[in-house]
């Protein structure tokens, strides 16, 4: 019969690889997004600088009205293939030192006027002595904002979210707790997948917590996931 220091190895092994499992996984959709937005893209000018031209010569209404929504749309495709190749090829960090408390508080001003439309509560929570890292700003500005517009996202109207950082056993974290329905197991497997949304279609790639990874791990950091035991999702930094 196995020992509890055995299937403390074990689980620990198991846990080791699933995480090798998934960073394998998203690199491979990297080089997969790479390429596929390159090709995409070169029909794409064609189509949008077709549509452009014959806007600027076609005097009809409605068909002014067709050629402008074609290019719109060509746009929008444009947008988001720039979002895909952003994850598959982002650029290196630029890092430099910032105070994490002022810009989580910041931050959390600036999210107010979302959360006042659906009525759910956003709070800093925990210490508030000055926390020092080092980190490129406008990248981790992308990735917690993802985390937090996937939890209002979560919530739908109503509920809370609190954010919170520190230091424990030499490492730095912030993490995002909702109160919301909290994460499916066949959810969890794919939550940092690219391309994959558990919401309805037509809410675009389903990129932002996988660009969210690539740049909390291209910061030599990692993202853990949980259900909280009371109810909601724990994200932690």
């Known amino acids: 019969m196995p020992t509890a220091d055995q299937l403390a190895r074990l689980a620990q092994l198991e846990a080791d690889f699933q995480r090798t499992l998934e960073v394998e996984k998203l690199e491979a959709m ?16 064609v189509i949008s600088g077709r549509a452009q031209l014959l806007l600027r010569e076609e005097a009809d209404a409605e068909r002014r009205h ?9 746009m929008r495709v444009y947008e988001m293939i720039a979002d895909m190749m ?11 030192t910032i105070e994490l408390i002022g810009w989580i508080d910041e931050l959390v001003a600036a999210f107010l006027p979302r959360c006042a439309q659906q009525e759910t509560a956003l ?3 925990g210490e508030s002595e000055a926390i020092r890292i080092d980190a490129d700003p406008a990248q981790l500005n992308v990735a ?9 996202e979560a919530l739908g109207s109503g509920g809370r979210i609190e954010i919170s950082a520190g230091r424990q ?11 919301g329905p909290g994460i499916k197991p066949d959810e969890r497997r794919h939550l940092f997948d690219p391309f994959y949304s558990a919401r309805q279609a037509g809410r ?20 853990e996931v949980e259900n909280r035991p009371e109810g909601g999702a724990l994200f932690t930094v």
């Open 204 to 223: 675009g790639l389903g990129l932002g917590l996988s660009k969210a990874w690539r740049i909390v791990t291209n910061h030599g950091g990692r993202i």
């Open 86 to 96: 952003l994850y598959a090829r982002p650029p290196r960090p630029e890092p430099r």
């Open 169 to 179: 056993n030499n490492e730095t974290f912030l993490r995002i707790r909702d109160d």
């Open 144 to 152: 917690v904002r993802a985390m937090l517009q996937n939890s209002l």
């Open 123 to 125: 709070v800093r929570v």
């Open 66 to 74: 067709a050629l402008a929504l074609i290019s719109a749309q060509a």
């Open 30 to 45: 990297a080089e997969f997004a790479a390429g596929a937005g390159h090709e995409i893209n070169n029909p794409l000018t």
